[in-house]
């Protein structure tokens, strides 16, 4: 649930946070046979990456924690995800490299649903790209406490073949990114390249451990 300024930081923040909210569905629906009423708390750890499509840029996910809670009647679930800030570098319009560290912040939990029959997943998250630090061609420039999406970002993801509820499996979404605000004298810099549609990310959950 953390950060973003260029277009890999803000990949696998999203990706993240859609992928651990499928995989804590899974896992709840696994054992919704023998606890019909009852809320399943599982915890795993995460791993991924994310391609901004505007720059071409794959940027590398966690190590992280995926905290899912299921309602093993309903199928329903609701998630939270937790990343370490991260740095991703890229050439700006092909010519100038820039160094970006984000973080993800979650709006309110990440919520779906998981087939109780199948164990398939599909969740949803709303997330806050924010940058931190920003370098241009090496030099340092200043992005204030405030630069991040001027919309959350939205980022659905669903769980592919091989998944397991207990020993986990990967997520796998796309999303759109918007433009960014309050960034100072970038702002303009970073809405001419990392906003667009078509950026995917990708999770892998570990093995899940039953911690309520």
């Known amino acids: 649930m953390n950060r973003l300024v260029s277009p890999p930081l803000f990949r696998r ?47 590398a996910l966690g190590p992280g924690t995926l905290t899912s809670t299921v309602n093993l009647s309903s199928g329903k679930l609701s998630a939270t995800l937790t990343l370490p800030p991260a740095t991703a570098s890229f050439k700006q319009f092909g010519l ?9 912040n979650q709006v309110g939990k990440a919520t779906g649903s998981v087939n109780l029959n199948t ?5 949803k998250a709303t997330i806050n790209i924010q940058v931190t630090k920003l370098s241009v061609a090496g030099l340092p420039v200043p992005v204030g406490k405030s630069c991040q999406t001027a919309s959350p970002v939205q980022v659905t993801v669903k769980s592919q073949k091989g998944f397991s509820i207990v020993n986990g499996g990967n997520l796998a979404g796309t999303y759109t990114i918007g433009k960014f605000a309050h960034c100072g004298l970038v702002t303009a810099l970073l809405n001419l390249t990392i906003p667009g549609a078509g950026n995917t990310i990708n999770l892998t959950l570990g093995k899940g451990k039953n911690v309520g």
């Open 13 to 59: 923040v999203s990706i993240t946070a859609l992928t651990g909210l499928a995989a804590a569905a899974m896992v709840a629906a696994s054992t919704g046979a023998t606890s019909a009423s009852s809320n399943l708390t599982v915890k795993y750890p995460v791993t991924g990456s994310t391609v901004i499509k505007s720059v071409n840029a794959n940027v």
């Open 96 to 104: 100038i490299p820039v160094t970006a560290t984000t973080a993800f």
């Open 119 to 123: 164990g398939a997943v599909t969740t």
